[in-house]
């Protein structure tokens, strides 16, 4: 069993700053492809970064495009999401999904392992 685990989320004013982490551990598979996805209250789960094995493949959603960075250090088996400009819509319940894999995809039913998530408050 791999397992994920989320932190670094917290309270945060409008224009500020947070990084992610999702450390992945447990039984260890050779690759993997990693993705962020986030959950505001009475909606569904969404797409906001990925990325392959190697970190050379990156995708955003474009909402989030030019203010998140997706990244990951293998040797730790930790992968990053930095996030810039917060705003209030940025507010959700976030996510990392891992898929043995070396590819990176946007859709969450491709993920086969999952952390319990980290709240993220972005306030005005």
């Known amino acids: 069993q791999v397992h994920l685990v989320e932190s670094g989320g917290g309270l945060v004013q409008a224009g500020g700053s947070l990084r992610l982490s999702c450390a992945v551990s447990?039984?260890?598979?050779?690759?993997?492809?990693m993705g962020w996805f986030r959950q505001a209250p009475g909606k569904e789960r969404e797409f906001v970064a990925a990325?392959?094995?190697?970190?050379?493949?990156?995708e955003y959603a474009d909402s989030v495009k030019g203010r998140f960075t997706i990244s990951r250090d293998n040797a730790k088996n930790t992968g990053y999401l930095q996030m810039n400009s917060l705003k209030l819509g940025d507010t959700a319940v976030y996510y990392c999904?891992?898929?043995?894999?070396?590819?990176?995809?946007?859709?969450?039913?491709?993920?086969?392992?999952w952390g319990q998530g980290t709240q993220v408050t972005v306030s005005s």
């Open positions: 990325i392959s094995w190697s970190g050379s493949s990156t």
């Open positions: 447990g039984r260890t598979v050779s690759y993997y492809a």
């Open positions: 999904g891992a898929k043995a894999d070396s590819g990176y995809y946007r859709s969450s039913g491709t993920y086969d392992y």
